[in-house]
């Protein structure tokens, strides 16, 4: 039987742990973005009683090994919150509710109502040396959660 616990030996903890912060970091804004995304299905009548447990139990291990691992690095939850300026901090700073406004929002706001409304970014991209394109990237990507 396979376990659900993550073993990590670290040779470096709290500030000295490496990448490991900003892992947790974008882990954690996934974490909450797919919550939000779960409630907005919820408050939308989209999910039945299980998918909502399904979706509940899986945010809730998730959460729970998030915080063994910060346990692990010595990392302070809290931390995982990057103030990115004028941007604003990358998670909210109080309670969100998906759909509803608030204060200043954070990127996970600007991004749970991006997933929502949905975006189209298109570009292009050359890569080249010495005057020659070598490599050209034409690109367009459609962000949203709901189905195509």
Known sequence: M???EIVVNPKKSGKEAGLAPLVLTLVELIRQLMEAQVIRRMDAGLLNDDDLDRA???LRRMEEQIINLCEIFEIDPAELNIDLAEFGSLLPKSEYY?????GDAS?????DRLLHTGVVVEGSVDLGLAQLNLVHAKLRLVLTSQPL
């Open 107 to 111: 990127i996970l706001e600007l991004l």
């Open 2 to 4: 396979m376990s659900n």
């Open 98 to 102: 998906p759909g509803k406004s608030g």
């Open 56 to 58: 509940g139990e899986s």
